[in-house]
């Protein structure tokens, strides 16, 4: 076994180590990364699908019960296991990575679960077939294009919701990314492909992995933004 004891400072070199990294090396990067995962977010403070799940809880309207939830870069499956807290309990899961597939099949809380890197491959789900689409953390250059946001839509049902996280990074090209994807939602907007419910920006979003401080109050949040979406009807 692992190590399971890194410190914030082990995490924060191994999260510098993915930059610039394309779909394909990402995917090899959360392979071997999956054996640590689960603690080393908990090192770092993780919140990002506490924040989507709680945004999405407080703005969902149907039975969470019969909700049919796909959650699109489960990863280890931390937002289903939230989701389950509050009475979901269908989940579709796809992820660039088998390893932590294979992490989200150990919680019991998946029906399906498909490997695909976003982008590349087209998002393997059935069209119109979920009431909640779901991507916390992963909405970033290099993780998941823009184009997803599309593919997202169309695996929605008509009156559905989608939910997205995105997180700013200090990056140039982070700042390009936020602008397209802003770009994206508003054209699928006038497009009259569906409707805003709410938007969320926070700038105590999460705190930088990258920026070293000795105690949380003299730590640098990054800022970062949830957007939930409702389908039309037609």
């Known amino acids: 076994m692992s190590d399971c004891s890194r410190t914030v400072e082990d995490v924060r070199t191994l ?19 999956a054996e640590t995962y689960d603690q080393d977010v908990k ?7 506490n924040l989507a ?11 969470r019960e019969e909700a049919q939830v796909l959650d699109i870069a489960c990863g280890s499956g931390l937002v289903a296991k939230l989701m389950v807290e509050l009475g979901f309990k269908h989940f579709v899961g796809v ?3 088998n390893s932590m597939l294979e992490l989200a099949a150990k919680t019991g809380l998946y029906q399906d679960l498909k ?16 009431d909640v689409v779901i991507i916390a953390g992963a909405l970033r250059d290099g993780s998941v294009p823009v184009s997803v946001i599309r593919e997202m839509w169309q695996a929605a ?9 995105r997180v700013d990074t200090a990056s140039e090209t982070d700042k390009s990314y936020k602008v397209s994807v802003e770009k994206e939602l508003q054209l699928m907007e006038e497009e009259g ?14 705190i930088d992995p990258f ?9 640098h949040y990054l800022s970062g933004t949830m957007y939930l979406y409702r389908k039309s009807l037609n």
């Open 193 to 206: 492909l569906w409707t805003p419910v709410d938007t969320k920006e926070m700038d105590k979003y999460f």
């Open 211 to 219: 920026n070293n401080y000795e105690k949380e109050q003299d730590a």
């Open 53 to 63: 799940v709680d945004f999405l809880n407080a703005n969902f309207p149907g039975s």
């Open 43 to 49: 090192t770092l403070n993780y919140r990002e699908p």
């Open 95 to 97: 992820d660039c990575s």
């Open 157 to 165: 049902k008509p009156g559905g919701y989608i939910c997205m996280s």
């Open 115 to 130: 490997l695909a890197i976003l982008g590349p491959e087209p998002l393997p789900t059935q069209t119109g077939a979920f």
């Open 15 to 33: 999260l510098q180590s993915r930059k610039g990294f394309n779909p394909q090396q990402m995917a090899k990067f959360f392979d071997n990364w």
